[in-house]
C-alpha cells in the first residue's frame, strides 16, 4: 500500500507530459491528498452552483479550498460510519438541479454533473451522519413554536416550523461536528 501512496505522490507532483499539465498537491488532510486539479474543479462548480459569487468580493480560491478540505473529513468520517442512503433522493435532486441550469443557459459537462452528483450525495450521506448522531439531543421547544404560530395553527403550519427549527439545530450539530473532525486531523498545507 505504501508503495502504490509513494508512487501516486510522485506522479502527482510532476508534470504530466501528455497535455504539459502541472499536476501537484496543495493539502493533504490526514492521508488524502488534494491537488490543483481538484481545486479547479471545485472552483468551476462553485462558479456555476453559486452565479452570484463573481459579483461578490470572496476569495473564491480559498472558500474553494476550504470545501475540498470538508468534503474530505466528511467523505472519511462517513466511510467510517458506515452511512448509507437511498440513491433516488440524490437523483431527484441532481435531476431538478440540471434542470434548473439548463433552464438558466447553463452548460455543464457530463464530468461536471458526474461531480455535482457526488457532492450532492455527500451531503445527504452527510446530513444522515449527523442526523443519527445528534437527532436524540434536539429538543423543540413547544410553547415558542405555539407562540410564533399565533392563532393560526394548522398542522402544517406546526410540522413546517418544528422542522425548520429541528434543521437549524441539526445545523449548529453539523458545524461543530465538521470543526472537531478538523481540530483532531492532520492537514497539512503544501502551495
Known amino acids: 500500500m505504501k508503495k502504490i501512496l509513494i508512487i501516486f505522490l510522485f506522479l502527482v507532483n510532476f508534470p504530466c507530459n501528455a497535455e504539459n499539465i502541472q499536476i501537484y498537491t496543495l493539502v493533504k488532510v490526514n492521508n ?3 491537488t490543483n486539479i481538484d481545486l479547479e474543479k471545485e472552483i468551476e462548480v462553485l462558479k456555476i452552483l453559486n452565479s452570484n459569487l ?11 479550498l476550504n470545501n475540498l478540505i470538508n468534503e474530505n473529513l466528511k467523505k472519511t ?13 440524490i437523483f431527484n435532486h441532481h435531476t431538478k438541479l440540471l434542470e434548473s441550469l439548463k433552464n438558466n443557459n447553463i452548460k455543464t459537462s457530463k464530468k461536471l454533473e458526474n461531480l455535482i452528483y457526488s457532492k450532492i450525495k455527500l451531503e445527504y450521506e452527510w446530513n444522515e451522519l449527523v442526523a443519527n448522531k445528534y437527532a ?7 410553547q415558542e413554536i ?8 394548522t398542522p402544517e403550519d406546526m410540522q413546517s416550523l418544528i422542522n425548520i427549527e429541528k434543521n437549524k439545530k441539526l445545523n449548529v450539530y453539523s458545524n461543530n461536528h465538521l470543526e472537531n473532525l478538523k481540530k483532531n486531523s492532520l492537514i497539512k498545507f503544501y502551495k
Open 54 to 64: 463573481a459579483t461578490q468580493k470572496i476569495d473564491i480560491k480559498k472558500l474553494a
Open 146 to 153: 405555539q407562540k410564533k404560530l399565533g392563532d393560526n395553527k
Open 77 to 89: 468520517e462517513i466511510q467510517k460510519n458506515n452511512v448509507k442512503i437511498e440513491e433516488k433522493n
Open 32 to 34: 488524502s491528498i488534494i
Open 136 to 142: 436524540w439531543q434536539i429538543n423543540i421547544n413547544m
